[in-house]
C-alpha cells in the first residue's frame, strides 16, 4: 500500500516513514520479479536514496529512505544540491544547483572534505572527485562542482549514527533501522556522543512544539503555552497577538505508546521563529534522546551474554532509567441481537465478586484501578 498507518513508535520513525521510497507498488516492481540488480546500491543513488538504510528481508533494497538533502522535483525526479566551481577562477562558490541523476552525469563531483582555502580555491592541486560513479583524481580545472556535506550521502536516521564510516555497511544498516524501535522512555536523556543532527532531526519529525514567530513566552502549564509576538514596524520593536500552543498530554501514538509533550521555555524567554516550545516523546531540551547514557562493559560474563543477549544491573530498573508506559485502548460495544438487546451490566453470572470488585455500579471499571492480565473491564451479558 502506498497509504499506510503512520510508525509513530518514537520521533525518528515518524520522520523516517514520512521520508520513504518505494519502489513497489501500482507501476513498480513486485517482490518475486526484482532480481539483484534492481536491489543493489547504484551510483546514481549518491545524495538521493541512502545506500544503507533499507528493510532486511523480502524487501530489501526496494524500500529505500530519501537521502538528508534530498528533495523531488516537480516531475518526481529526486535531486541533490551540490556547490558550484566558478570555471574561470576555480573556486567553489556558494551558489547551490540540484542536479537530477542524469545531469549529474555530465559534471566531474569533488568530495565534500576537499580542503580549501580561506578564498574558496582548492588547496591540492589534484582533488578526489568522481565523473559517473568512478572516483579518481582531477585537476583543480575540470572540476564542476562539491558536495555540500560529507551527511548528504545517507538518511537521516543513518546520519544520527555516530562514527559511521568505521562501521560495517550490514550492521549500519541493522543501527538505522533498530533507532526506529526504541520506545519513549519515562526519562529521556540526550547521547553524550552525538552527531549534530539530533537536534534537527526532532524539530522536524513533528513531535515537538515549534514556534510559529518570533516572540516572548508569557505563559506556561503543562497543557498550553502561550507567547506574545513581537514585530517590527520601522524598526521598532512592537508587541502583536497571542500565539496559543496547545501540548498533547499522554495520548496513546498509533503503537501504543505514549505521547507526551513537555514545554522548555519558561515565562519572560525570548524565542525566535522554528524555536522549541515543547519536547515531544524521546526528546530532552530539543534533542532526540532515544535512550540512555549508561556505563558498558564489554566483557565475558559466565556465558550469560552469548551472542545478543545482554546482562544489566538491577539499578537500571529500581531507578526506573529504562521503564516506557505504553497505553492500550479497549472498546466494547452492546449490539441489538435476534433475541435482544446486549447489557453492559455488573451483574454477571458465574463470577464471584472478587473478580467484579472493581467495576462501578454501570459494570465498567473504574478509573484508577490497577488490573492485571485477565481481569475483566467490561461485564457485558448477551441474551441466550
Known amino acids: 500500500q502506498l497509504s499506510q498507518f503512520m510508525d509513530q513508535t518514537n520521533p525518528l520513525a515518524e520522520l523516517t516513514h514520512k521520508r520513504r521510497l518505494s519502489a513497489l507498488g501500482p507501476g513498480g516492481l513486485t517482490r518475486e520479479r526484482a532480481g539483484f540488480e534492481v536491489r543493489d546500491v547504484h551510483y546514481s543513488h549518491y545524495g538521493r536514496m541512502c545506500p544503507i538504510e533499507t528493510p532486511e528481508g523480502p524487501n530489501i533494497g526496494l524500500i529505500n529512505t530519501l537521502s538528508t538533502f534530498a528533495k523531488v522535483n516537480k516531475f518526481g525526479f529526486i535531486e541533490t544540491p551540490y556547490r558550484r566551481v566558478d570555471p574561470e577562477t576555480n573556486k567553489v562558490t556558494d551558489q547551490i544547483d540540484y542536479l537530477t541523476a542524469d545531469e549529474e552525469d555530465n559534471y566531474v563531483v569533488a568530495q565534500a572534505n576537499s580542503r580549501l582555502n580561506e578564498d574558496g580555491s582548492f588547496v591540492e592541486e589534484e582533488v578526489v572527485a568522481r565523473f559517473r560513479g568512478e572516483n579518481t583524481v582531477y585537476k583543480q580545472s575540470s572540476v564542476d562542482y562539491m558536495d555540500v556535506s560529507p551527511k548528504q550521502v545517507v538518511s537521516v536516521a543513518t546520519a544520527c549514527i555516530p562514527f559511521l564510516e568505521n562501521d560495517d555497511s550490514n550492521r549500519a544498516l541493522m543501527g538505522a533501522n533498530m533507532q526506529r524501535q526504541a520506545v519513549p522512555l519515562l526519562n529521556p536523556e540526550a547521547p553524550f556522543v ?4 539530533e537536534h534537527l532531526a526532532a524539530r522536524d519529525s513533528g513531535a515537538a512544539v ?5 516572540g ?3 505563559f506556561v502549564e503543562a497543557k498550553e503555552i502561550r507567547v506574545r509576538r513581537i514585530e517590527n514596524v520601522e524598526g521598532n520593536e512592537v508587541k502583536g497577538d497571542l500565539d496559543t500552543y496547545r501540548l498533547q498530554k499522554f495520548v496513546r501514538s498509533n503503537q501504543g505508546t505514549s505521547y507526551n509533550q513537555r514545554p522548555i521555555v519558561k515565562v519572560g524567554d525570548r524565542v525566535s521563529r522554528r524555536d522549541i516550545l515543547a519536547d515531544g516523546p524521546s526528546m530532552e531540551r530539543g534533542e532526540m534522546a532515544l535512550g540512555r547514557n549508561v556505563l558498558v562493559g564489554f566483557m565475558t560474563w559466565d556465558g550469560f551474554n552469548y551472542e545478543d543477549a545482554i546482562i544489566m544491573s538491577e ?3 529500581k531507578d526506573d532509567v529504562y521503564t516506557s508506559i505504553h497505553i492500550e485502548e479497549y472498546e466494547s460495544d452492546s449490539r441489538d441481537t435476534k433475541l435482544g438487546p446486549e447489557e453492559i451490566t455488573r451483574d454477571i453470572p458465574n463470577v ?4 467484579l470488585r472493581n467495576l462501578d455500579d454501570r459494570g465498567i471499571i473504574r478509573v484508577g484501578a490497577e488490573v492485571k492480565d485477565g481481569d475483566i473491564l467490561v461485564g457485558k451479558v448477551t441474551p441466550k
Open 210 to 214: 515549534i514556534a510559529k514567530n518570533d
Open 194 to 197: 552525538g552527531t549534530g543532527m
Open 352 to 355: 464471584g465478586e472478587d473478580a
Open 216 to 218: 516572548i513566552v508569557e
Open 315 to 317: 539499578r537500571l530498573v
